[in-house]
């Protein structure tokens, strides 16, 4: 029932986003999308955390350490833009609330450089890094 409420709010919105005039449509679309992100990694982190355990261990790969699937924040944004799974012992799993996206071209835009670091905050402007835990998965959210 929760997911119906869900799409049935996103798709209101959109649908409203778009009837408005196109000055405002993209940032009403956007905050839309935001907040739509924010949602689904709320809802699905366990899921997906769990789907990304079993992929892994398809392939023979160590598990040692905990995992826990956190959103993506991207600098300069306050909202949500994905979502990753980090990895490491559980104490500093258990610490990690978000990951933070930094973004960089590198020799004239031949390769387009992003850094995913384990961040104990969900606000991008006061957080510490969290040491110890690495990214073990990105997930992209189709919007």
């Known amino acids: 029932m929760k997911k119906r409420i869900i799409v049935a709010t996103l798709l209101c919105g959109f649908i409203l986003g778009n009837a408005m005039p196109k000055v405002n449509a993209g940032v009403i679309t956007s905050i839309l999308k935001t907040g739509g992100v924010a949602v689904l990694v709320d809802r699905y982190a366990g899921d997906l955390n769990v789907f990304i355990n079993k992929l892994t261990a398809k392939y023979s790969i160590s598990d040692e350490y905990a995992t ?18 980090v990895s490491g012992p559980k104490s500093a799993v258990d610490r990690t609330q978000a990951a933070l996206a930094l973004e960089g071209d590198f020799m004239n835009r031949s390769f387009r450089i992003q850094a995913l670091i384990p961040m104990d905050s969900k606000n991008p402007t006061s957080f510490n890094r969290v040491q110890g835990v690495g990214v073990s998965a990105k997930i992209d959210i189709a919007i």
């Open 68 to 85: 826990k699937v956190v959103p993506i924040i991207a600098v300069g944004s306050k909202g949500y833009v994905g979502a990753a799974q």
